[in-house]
C-alpha cells in the first residue's frame, strides 16, 4: 500500500513512520501542497493523505481519480478544503474526526490569558530588564461571559476550562448537544452579551464570515474574540474596522482566511504581501499563532494512529467508521453509518 502524504512536516514524520511501518504501509512524504499543480505526483499511488491547506477541489478529484487513487486520508477533523460532493462515486475520503480537544481548547485558553493579561508584552519587556506595569493592566475571566460558537468535542472541553475560571457561558450550536445542561442562546443573544467569544465549529458555507461588520457591530464594546477553528468564519477587514473602530478589544487568532499560502512557513527575511495579515499582526491588541493548536505530542500521535487505521480499515473491510460520503446530503452523519461502502 503506497501512499503520497503531502504538506509534510518534520513534525509529522516521527508519528506516521512509526504506525505506518507497523502496518506495512509505504509512506511518501512530500513536502509541497496538493493542488492542481502538483497532483501529477500522486500518480502510481494507492492513496493520499492530505492536511488543512491541501486543496482537494473538483480538477484535483478527477485527476486523481483519473491516476487510480483510491482515497484521500485527512489527517485533521475539517474539511472545507475538500469538495466532497464531487468525490462522490469517484474517490472515498476520510478524517480524523478528534484527535485531541484538549489540545486545542487549551491553545485557546492560553490565548485568551496571554492576551487579558499581556504575558506576551511582559516577556518581551522583562527579557530587556524593563520592569514598568504601565499598560499591562489586564481583567478578570472570572465572572465574565463567554459565548462559545460550536459545542462539539474541542467546545464542550473549552466550555469546561472557562467553568473552572468561574466564567458564565452562553452557547451556540445549529444542533444543540441534548441533556448537555449548556445554556443555549439564539447567535445574536451571544454576540450581544458576550465579554469574550470563542469559535469551534467547522467551516460551512453558512458560518464564512460569520463574524462580519454586522455581527460586530451587535457585539459589546471591548469584547475578545477568540478563533482556532478556521480563518473564514471571520472576515478579517472587517475585523480590522472593527479593532481600529475601539469596538473590538483583542483578537486571539490561530487561523486566519488567506493563511494557505503563509502559515507553516518562515518568512522572518521577506516581505509578506498579504497586507491584511501585516497589518491585524501589527496591531497592540491581536494575537497570532500560525495554526498551532493541535500541535502536542498527544495529537501527533493519536492524528497519525487514526489515519494510518482509517487506511487499513478501509482496504481490509472496503470502509472506514471516519469516511464522508455524500450519498445521503448529510456529510457528517451519513444514514450508511459507516458501516456499508457509500459507493
Known amino acids: 500500500m503506497r501512499i503520497a502524504l503531502f504538506d ?30 502538483t497532483v501529477g505526483l500522486a500518480r502510481g499511488f494507492d492513496g493520499v493523505c492530505v492536511f488543512v491547506n491541501d486543496t482537494v ?18 489527517r485533521c477533523a475539517g474539511y472545507n478544503n475538500v469538495d ?29 490569558l496571554t492576551s487579558v493579561r499581556r504575558v506576551h508584552k511582559a516577556y518581551n519587556r522583562t527579557r530587556e530588564f524593563n520592569f514598568s506595569l504601565s499598560g499591562l493592566t489586564g481583567f478578570d475571566l472570572h465572572g465574565k461571559t463567554v459565548g462559545v460558537v460550536g459545542t462539539g468535542k474541542i467546545g464542550r472541553v473549552f466550555i469546561d476550562i472557562c467553568r473552572g475560571f468561574g466564567m458564565e457561558v452562553l452557547a451556540y450550536d445549529k444542533f444543540p448537544a ?15 452579551r458576550s465579554d469574550v467569544i470563542s469559535f469551534h465549529c467547522p467551516l ?10 454586522e455581527s460586530i457591530a451587535r457585539m459589546k464594546k471591548g469584547v475578545v474574540l477568540i478563533n482556532t477553528s478556521r480563518g473564514e468564519l471571520i472576515d478579517a477587514e472587517a475585523l480590522l474596522e472593527g479593532i481600529k473602530e475601539r ?45 498551532q493548536a493541535f500541535l502536542t505530542e498527544e495529537a501527533l500521535k493519536s492524528i497519525a494512529d487514526t489515519t494510518v487505521n482509517n487506511i487499513i480499515e478501509f482496504t481490509e473491510h472496503g470502509t472506514s467508521e471516519n469516511e464522508l460520503c455524500y450519498r445521503c446530503g448529510n456529510i457528517e452523519d451519513c444514514k450508511q453509518k459507516r458501516r456499508q461502502r457509500c459507493f
Request: glycine share 6%; proline share 4%; net charge negative.
Open 84 to 112: 466532497v460532493e464531487h468525490a462522490f462515486g469517484k474517490i472515498h475520503v476520510f478524517r480524523v474526526p478528534a484527535y485531541s480537544p484538549y489540545a486545542v481548547a487549551e491553545h485557546a485558553m492560553a490565548m485568551l
Open 204 to 213: 460551512t458555507e453558512e458560518t464564512r464570515h460569520m463574524v462580519n461588520r
Open 57 to 74: 477541489n473538483a480538477a484535483v478529484i478527477d485527476k486523481l481519480h483519473e491516476y487510480g487513487v483510491g482515497f484521500v486520508a485527512l
Open 178 to 192: 441534548n441533556d448537555s445542561g449548556l445554556n443555549y442562546v439564539p447567535l445574536e443573544e451571544l454576540m450581544e
Open 8 to 37: 509534510a512536516k518534520p513534525y509529522d514524520r516521527p508519528g506516521f513512520e512509526k504506525y505506518g511501518s507497523e502496518k506495512g504501509l509505504s509512506i511518501t512524504f512530500y513536502e509541497t501542497k496538493l493542488n492542481e499543480d
Open 247 to 291: 469596538k473590538v478589544g483583542a483578537a486571539c487568532l490561530d487561523v486566519y482566511e488567506e493563511e494557505s499560502d503563509v502559515f507553516f512557513q518562515d518568512f522572518s527575511g521577506h516581505i509578506v504581501d498579504d497586507d491584511t495579515l501585516a497589518r491585524l499582526i501589527s496591531m497592540p491588541n491581536v494575537l497570532v499563532t500560525s495554526h
